[in-house]
């Protein structure tokens, strides 16, 4: 069972940066992709960027390519997700998930999932 734990959320002004993290327990040979979600009050959970575990593949949700950076480390089963130029739409809690399926933007194709990290923006 693999358990994932995100860190790096906090309180930012517009315009600001952040970075989180997620540590995974365990490298599991069948997790192929992981992705970061967000989840804001009152919304559904919804698709922020996923890499490719076995090259640099990745995708972005269109609010924030441009803004995100998706990235890992695989010798020390990390996840990242680097947030530029973040706005209060950015408001959100963070969640960190793990796919056996592949690159995915789908929920349901992610197995595991970490517990959030809160990312507020302030104005």
């Known amino acids: 069972q693999v358990q994932l734990v995100e860190s790096g959320g906090g309180l930012v002004q517009a315009g600001g940066s952040l970075r989180l993290s997620c540590e995974a327990s365990?490298?599991?040979?069948?997790?192929?992709?992981m992705g970061w979600f967000r989840q804001a009050p009152g919304k559904e959970r919804e698709f922020v960027a996923a890499?490719?575990?076995?090259?640099?593949?990745?995708s972005y949700s269109d609010s924030v390519k441009g803004r995100f950076t998706i990235s890992r480390d695989n010798a020390k089963n990390t996840l990242y997700l680097q947030m530029n130029s973040l706005q209060p739409d950015d408001t959100a809690v963070y969640y960190c998930?793990?796919?056996?399926?592949?690159?995915?933007?789908?929920?349901?194709?992610?197995?595991?999932w970490g517990q959030g990290t809160q990312v507020t923006v302030s104005s």
């Open positions: 998930a793990a796919s056996t399926s592949g690159l995915s933007t789908s929920r349901g194709d992610y197995q595991y």
């Open positions: 365990q490298r599991t040979f069948s997790i192929r992709a």
């Open positions: 890499i490719w575990l076995f090259s640099s593949t990745t």
